[in-house]
């Protein structure tokens, strides 16, 4: 081989190596976001090329995860972008958890990442739990409605200062629990009181009956003091019922009144029948006696002079009922009885 050729080969080879060295600096100036780089390296977050390609090709948010990192690497946190970058892929708000730990380093407490990451993953504003940690927070029940022995509405609103537990966030209540306890606890220590006056004259009463320790227990928080910021008397629920319950009896009443009358008309008409009954049976008898008598004036038993007498008889019969105020079957009659008879 000649000395050209071997010339003419090597400057091939130079020619492929060069072409190659500026189509891997064209792939890196594509893929590798230079100015993200650039950025986290001076601000002594450095992350490799081969992380952020790896990133970019993933379609994770390698700002973010950049920001985020260079944020809690100034502020002393040490974490890594991998953590930062499992917790966006797992759903999680990485803003929140780098606030958190930033504040909770800045106060001093013992929260480490991966509890950050587990409340935040857990639903819990992980941001709130560090600031109630270091500034208690005041709650507020809705207004409680209670009723004493005597049966008078009293209406209470309570205030509970809490202060949240990060070791107890993970699987612990939230406020909803130790509000509706506080509401129990107000409605019970109303209700054993004789009256309502010894509540309005010292609402401590209430507060002093409950016990910080069981309201608070299983839940997140730490009750610091519970305090009653309103009462005021409602209605007379006790008076109220009495009445309910005398109006329920009153229509119980009148409902039985008005079965016994219906079974009274029904009876009255019952016996309207059977006087008609009756009556129709007298009449049929009176036919009879008709139909004999014109039988015996027949066959001569009876003759005519006789029974003219007998109405004689029963003129005379029914004048003198007529005189004493009766029937001819010896009942009152309804009308009046004439002056001087």
């Given amino acids: 081989m000649s000395l050209l050729s071997l010339a003419f080969y090597w400057w091939i080879l130079i020619g492929l190596a060069i072409a190659l060295i500026v189509a891997l600096i064209v792939v890196i100036i594509i893929l590798v976001p230079m100015q993200t780089w650039f950025r986290a390296l001076v601000s002594g977050a450095h992350i490799g090329m081969l992380r952020l390609v790896g990133m970019k090709l993933r379609k994770v948010d390698y700002k973010k995860i950049v920001n985020q990192y260079i944020l809690a690497r100034k502020a002393g946190i040490k974490i890594s972008d991998n953590e930062i970058e499992t917790h966006i892929m797992a ?21 480490t990442i991966e509890e950050a990451m587990a409340i935040d993953l857990a639903g819990r504003d992980v941001v709130l739990a560090v600031q109630t940690s270091v500034k208690p927070r005041v709650i507020k029940t809705d207004r409680i409605s209670a009723i004493a022995k005597n049966g008078i509405e009293v209406k209470v609103i309570a205030q509970v200062t809490i202060k949240a537990q990060l070791d107890r966030i993970i699987g612990g209540a939230d406020e909803e629990t130790i509000l509706a306890r506080v509401g129990e606890s107000v409605v019970s220590s109303v209700g054993r009181s004789e009256n309502h006056y010894a509540i309005m004259a010292n609402p401590s009463l209430i507060s002093k009956s409950m016990d910080p320790r069981e309201i608070d227990k299983g839940t997140a928080f730490e009750i610091m003091s519970i305090d009653i910021c309103d009462i005021d008397v409602g209605e007379n629920i006790g008076a109220k019922l009495r009445i309910d319950e005398a109006d329920a009896k009153k229509k119980i009443s009148q409902a039985a009144a008005e079965e016994r009358k219906a079974q009274a008309i029904a009876h009255e008409q019952e016996m309207r029948a059977k006087t008609q009954e009756m009556k129709a049976v007298v009449l049929a008898a009176e036919s009879e006696v008709h139909k004999a008598m014109a039988n015996a004036l027949k066959s001569g038993k009876l003759g005519v002079m006789d029974y003219y007498k007998m109405q004689n008889v029963q003129a005379d019969t029914n004048m003198r009922n007529s005189f004493s105020n009766k029937d001819k079957d010896g009942r009152p009659l309804d009308r009046p009885e004439r002056n001087g008879i």
């Avoid at 759903?91 to 929260?111: M, P, T, Y």
Wanted: aromatic share 0%.
């Fill in 91 to 111: 759903g999680g708000n990485v803003e929140r958890v780098v606030e958190a730990l930033i504040a909770a380093h800045s106060a001093q407490l013992d929260l």
